[in-house]
């Protein structure tokens, strides 16, 4: 990969097991919390490689704008 910018940490396993195909969006759990979403792998499956992951520590501003935004919407019933 190239030159990682903020936001996006690295990451590989120790079990051999590697992200693939359909991934994406998967957390990245530590300690009992995620701290990461996968979304880039350079082969699939392939241990050799390590695996890109949002930090989601970075970006809590933005989650956080993003759920209060979400909440204040209310579904509508639909008619009918």
Same mark, same amino acid.
């Given at each position: 990969?190239?030159?990682?910018?903020?936001? @996006? !940490?690295?990451?590989?396993?120790?079990?051999?097991?590697?992200?693939?195909?359909?991934?994406?969006?998967?957390?990245?759990? !530590?300690?009992?919390? @995620?701290?990461?979403?996968?979304?880039?792998?350079?082969?699939?499956?392939?241990?050799?490689?390590?695996?890109?992951? !949002?930090? @989601?520590?970075?970006?809590?501003?933005?989650?956080?704008?993003? @759920?209060? !935004?979400?909440?204040?919407?209310?579904?509508?019933?639909?008619?009918?």
């Amino acid at each position: 990969f190239p030159q990682l910018s903020g936001g @996006v !940490t690295c990451v590989a396993t120790t079990k051999g097991e590697g992200l693939c195909y359909g991934d994406s969006g998967d957390p990245l759990i !530590t300690g009992g919390e @995620v701290c990461g979403l996968a979304i880039a792998f350079r082969r699939c499956g392939d241990k050799r490689y390590p695996a890109l992951f !949002t930090d @989601v520590h970075y970006h809590r501003a933005f989650i956080s704008r993003a @759920v209060l !935004t979400l909440d204040k919407g209310k579904p509508k019933k639909p008619r009918g």
